[in-house]
């Protein structure tokens, strides 16, 4: 079992003492800081083939 990835600061207000919280389930976070509570989630890898311009794409070259 590998060990659960931690974040470096707080999202909210960048503080770096954080703590995994008990109630959060599995990802949550709670800052001591600014009394915040926040939860990560990972979604997955991107493909090789995604696009990273953002917009859409509709083939054409104009």
């Known amino acids: 079992m590998t060990e659960r990835a931690?974040?470096?600061y707080c999202p909210y207000c960048?503080?770096?003492d954080l703590r995994p919280s008990e109630e959060?389930?599995?990802g949550g976070?709670?800052?001591a800081s600014c009394r915040r509570?926040?939860?990560l989630k990972f979604l997955g890898l991107l493909?090789?083939?995604?696009?990273t311009?953002?917009?859409p794409s509709?083939?054409?070259?104009?």
Request: proline share 4%; charged share 20%; with cysteine.
């Open 37 to 39: 509570a926040f939860s």
């Open 6 to 8: 931690a974040p470096f």
């Open 29 to 31: 976070w709670e800052c």
């Open 24 to 26: 959060g389930g599995h």
């Open 47 to 51: 493909s090789s083939h995604s696009s």
């Open 58 to 62: 509709d083939g054409n070259k104009d």
């Open 53 to 55: 311009s953002g917009g």
């Open 14 to 16: 960048g503080d770096e």
